[in-house]
């Protein structure tokens, strides 16, 4: 059933998904006895499951050929057996010999939440894309994880206090310069990429690995899918637009291709939106990526995306409320990756990746008939070069180095011009290292240097895990961690040193049968951060904060140091439990913090206006087998957030209303012949709760609401798959 509901979404999101093989048996011990909870996988993969009360597994996987499937469990020997994939294997006996140790190996979880890992999954692509209110895309659902915030009218993933720029989003191995649609000032927009594109999703909200750097709060990992294994083609149509996809397998490759054409006029014609479109977004594009097997623990990856958008929105006049400025839009993006990896003789691992993307954004603002155009684009080259040597099956050791060059410019009014080249370049050691079997440690160092800033850093990391009974465990995890300063400093000349932050977390995780707690405390310092000082002969009479992201910085009236600082400090909960219910699945998370800081231009050191200090979400799925329906619900809620009022002498000292929002979907499934459909219908904010994420004044003191795009919003489609399908499979 769940491999229906994988075909069923998957559709929904209009993202080809490699067909898999179904792997199932059973584990036994040398008496004959079944063994519960064994980790079953396949080896050197990240596809694998757990067995269940009687021995019995079953798991999906898109690798073929010769592999290797291993069982592991806390009272019994590691097993291994040979076996060749192509197509579904069943009935595998797997038999183990106990032993006298009572505690399975540790892995590290500080900080880190991972899809698809046999040892920490927490998210899969399919929770993500079933979600309710996450409308598919993966930092929405990420969300609803501990330590994040919900954010309505900026973009961007802001972790443990940190603002969306202190997190990364990398895309097998490689940054991803422009995660993130272009949109205009208070509209958020989604992030560029679709659950089923990855077979690995990694969320760290902080005590990342050496691997990667410039990102001062966190790092959301993706990893691409490998070769597929069934020729497919895919057609859908929604209230957004129309899709269609396709996948051709060849012997030892695979070549996909997508295309799409959005316009939002039927969207947003349901209901009264909080902003005013004079153009509605549209816009289309089309992806191809071509994938080749050289052999069995070799991979090649080439990927290209291209994607055009436009839009016309009114939004408020900052001088002026009672007035709208027209803010068109047009946006291009590419991007392009290369990729391979291999593994030797089961000893070393090479990965060496590259990348190229370029975006533009053409802004035209029109205040009065009168324009403003604005041009700015950015391009980003990347290479990255891996070596990991597995020692001994208790020790492994990675070596590394990246480089990056990236350029941005910007054009105002056809005349002002400033732009800015960076050349990163970094090399980083990590060791992963098992002393015994209820106890790893995970050290790392990175350095880095900046040609632009003429700055070096060393950035050291630790991690460590301790088994606690069966099936807990304690990690901690730390480090430092710098960041170059945000792109409007870097193109107004300034070029201050990189801002550093230093991570502290502690967590204690418990998983067996399908149930994980989790409780983590951390502490995040901050200092080095950029702040601005407006020099003396320009002093207002009144200190004044301006929020805007537009707003001008000239060295002439503002210096810029490295004179900021801050902290962040918190708890965190996360509940997950899908035995209970038969068909069910559900999630708690819970999440308080306590940061203030002096950066940018605040007045003061606060509590900055994109925090709650209360966070809380509830996920909840079920499925319906006799209907063959899917219903999800996620209920959101927060507590108000910090915003400035100019008549009040406490800096950010006003909070907004709290944040509630409930959200449900339904999904119903239908085969007809070989044709597999999907219908889909959602209600995001079913409540139609008024949230409000601020409120801004005007020049004459006039307050107004930042507020979402929609208040509540209704998404109805329909997708065919044209691939043949076995019935049993569902």
Do not use: C
């Amino acid at each position: 059933m769940k491999r229906y509901l994988l075909l069923s979404i998957f559709l929904l999101t209009g993202i080809v998904a490699s067909a898999q093989s179904t792997i199932s048996g059973k584990v036994t011990d040398d008496k004959g006895k079944p063994v519960s909870g064994a980790s079953v996988y396949l080896d050197n993969t990240l596809d694998g499951g757990s067995s269940d009360s009687a021995g019995n597994f079953k798991f999906t996987t898109t690798e073929t050929g010769n592999q290797v499937l291993v069982a592991t469990d806390v009272a019994h020997e590691n097993a291994g057996m040979p076996v060749t994939i192509n197509g579904d294997l069943t009935g595998l006996a797997v038999k183990m010999k106990s032993t006298s140790r009572n505690l399975d190996e540790v892995t590290i979880t500080a900080g880190s939440f991972e899809a698809s890992d046999k040892n920490k999954t927490v998210l899969q692509p399919l929770d993500i894309v079933t979600t309710a209110g996450a409308q598919a895309d993966i930092v929405k659902a990420i969300q609803t994880l501990p330590g994040t915030q919900q954010q309505g009218t900026q973009t961007g993933l802001f972790v443990r206090g940190g603002d969306a720029s202190e997190a990364a989003v990398v895309v097998d191995g490689m940054i991803a310069q422009n995660a993130f649609l272009s949109a205009a000032p208070g509209v958020a927009a989604r992030s560029r990429f679709g659950a089923f594109q990855f077979k690995g999703i990694a969320f760290s909200s902080g005590g990342y690995s050496a691997r990667y750097g410039q990102a001062l709060s966190s790092v959301l990992e993706l990893n691409s899918n490998d070769l597929a294994d069934k020729s497919t083609v895919n057609l859908g149509v929604n209230m957004a637009g129309v899709y269609a996809s396709g996948t051709k397998l060849f012997k030892n490759t695979s070549v996909d291709a997508t295309a799409y054409y959005n316009n939002l006029t039927p969207f947003y014609g349901l209901a009264k939106t909080n902003v005013s479109f004079y153009d509605v977004p549209k816009g289309g594009g089309g992806s191809a990526k071509y994938t080749w097997k050289p052999n069995k623990n070799g991979i090649f990856k080439a990927l290209v995306n291209y994607s055009q958008f436009t839009s016309g929105t009114e939004v408020p006049n900052p001088n002026d409320a009672s007035n709208n400025l027209r803010f068109g839009l047009t946006n291009q993006n590419v991007y392009s990756s290369l990729s391979y990896k291999q593994t030797f003789k089961d000893k070393w691992n090479l990965f060496v990746a590259g990348s190229y993307s370029y975006n533009e954004d053409k802004i035209n603002w029109n205040s009065h008939g009168i324009d403003t155009p604005i041009n700015n684009n950015d391009n980003r080259a990347q290479f990255r070069a891996e070596v990991k040597n597995y020692t001994t099956t208790r020790l492994s050791i990675l070596l590394g180095t990246e480089i990056q060059n990236y350029t941005y410019n910007s054009t105002y009014n056809n005349i002002y011009k400033r732009n800015f080249t960076e050349t990163s370049i970094a090399a980083y050691a990590e060791a992963d290292w098992s002393a015994i079997h209820w106890l790893a440690i995970k050290p790392g160092v990175r350095y880095e240097h900046s040609v632009l800033l003429n700055q070096d850093v060393v950035a050291p990391r630790l991690a460590m895990g301790i088994k606690a009974g069966l099936y807990g465990q304690f990690s901690v995890a730390g480090g430092m961690f710098y960041q170059n300063a945000d792109p409007m400093y870097l193109l107004s000349g300034y070029k201050p040193q990189m801002q550093e932050a230093t991570h502290y977390i502690a967590n204690y995780q418990y998983m067996h049968r399908d149930r994980t707690l989790r409780i983590e405390g951390y502490y995040k310092s901050y200092s080095q951060l950029l702040y601005e000082r407006i020099k003396a002969a320009y002093q207002p009479a009144q200190p004044y904060y301006d929020a805007s992201q537009y707003r001008v910085l000239s060295p002439m009236i503002t210096d810029v140091d490295n004179s900021g600082y801050g902290y962040a400090a918190g708890a965190e909960l996360f509940w997950r439990d899908k035995k209970s219910i038969k068909n069910a699945d559900y999630w708690i998370s819970y999440s308080y913090i306590d940061t203030r800081r002096l950066y940018k231009n605040y007045l003061a050191e606060v509590q900055p206006d994109f925090i709650a200090n209360h966070n809380l979400n509830i996920v909840a799925k079920y499925f319906i087998e006799k209907l063959q329906t899917q219903v999800n619900v996620t209920y959101s809620y927060a507590t108000g957030r910090p915003y400035y009022n100019p008549a009040n002498p406490t800096f950010l000292g006003d909070r907004t209303p709290d944040y509630n929002n409930l959200s449900v979907t339904v999904n119903y499934l239908r085969s007809i012949g070989k044709w597999f459909t999907v219908i889909y219908a959602g209600v995001d904010n079913i409540t139609n709760a008024k949230n409000v994420f601020g409120y801004r004044y005007d020049a004459s003191g006039n307050r107004y609401e930042m507020r979402p795009a929609l208040y509540r919003s209704v998404f109805v489609g329909i997708n065919f798959s044209l691939t043949a399908f076995d019935k049993d499979e569902l």
